[in-house]
């Protein structure tokens, strides 16, 4: 009977642990150790070198999907990338990896963005015809700016699985062939998927 009345005790101390080392999540073959997102972003901005390399697990809020005019590489081992931003990381996506559920928010911005675009180029077609003067088309422009941001209001919610990298997607490399890297670290993504449950009531607990 008294080694019963440890077996709480142990499993509490088991618990601590893991939480202590960081839970690792399998995931199609592969290690994802698993973050919150301040306490990886903490990581990444703190000690950018011990990140890099690390598979990651982490869900946050989905800030913006660039849209396919973007000025910037999507290119990456000759498979084309979908960049995306959450609230504390710049993510790179292959399309063939975007999954249902990242898939569904892209095609639902890619409407918004078509829709908003066309209305902006409309106003500035009118303006040029002198049917809008000049005040009229910005104040216009800008309720459709507005418009553009309200796409992304209701930040939808994402888990990443990936690695934490660095890569020229958010810029060119200056000194690339002698070695200088880019400070920007991505999470070079494997998958999205929607989240747990728990995470819609909070994601830093």
């Known amino acids: ?31 994802y150790r698993f973050f919150l997102r ?11 070198e011990r990140a890099i390399g690390q598979k990651v697990v982490v869900t946050d809020e989905l800030t913006v999907i660039w849209p396919e005019a973007q000025e910037r590489k999507n290119v990456l081992d000759g498979e084309d990338y979908v960049l995306f931003d959450t609230t504390y990381f710049r993510c790179a996506v292959p399309t063939s990896a975007l999954g249902t559920h990242l898939q569904s928010i892209w095609e639902d911005a890619r409407r918004g963005y078509a829709e908003v675009i066309q209305k902006i180029e409309e106003t500035n077609a009118a303006e040029a015809r002198r049917e809008l003067s000049p005040s009229e088309a910005a104040e216009r422009r800008r309720q459709y ?6 796409v992304w209001s209701n930040k939808p919610i994402v888990t990443i699985y990936g690695t934490c990298d660095r890569h020229d997607f958010w810029g060119q490399v200056h000194g690339k062939s002698q070695g200088v890297r880019t400070e920007a670290v991505t999470l070079v993504v494997d998958k ?6 728990r995470c819609y ?3 830093d607990d």
């Not at 301040?38 to 950018?48: T, V, Y």
């Not at 999205?192 to 449950?197: A, G, I, N």
């Open 38 to 48: 301040k306490d990886l972003a903490r990581l990444i901005a703190e000690n950018s």
């Open 145 to 150: 700016y507005w418009e553009l941001y309200r």
């Open 1 to 31: 009977m008294p080694r019963l009345g440890l077996r709480p005790r142990f499993l509490a101390l088991l618990g601590a642990a893991a939480l202590a080392a960081g839970a690792a999540w399998a995931q199609e073959g592969a290690v």
């Open 192 to 197: 999205v998927e929607k989240p747990r449950k």
């Open 201 to 203: 009531r909070s994601l």
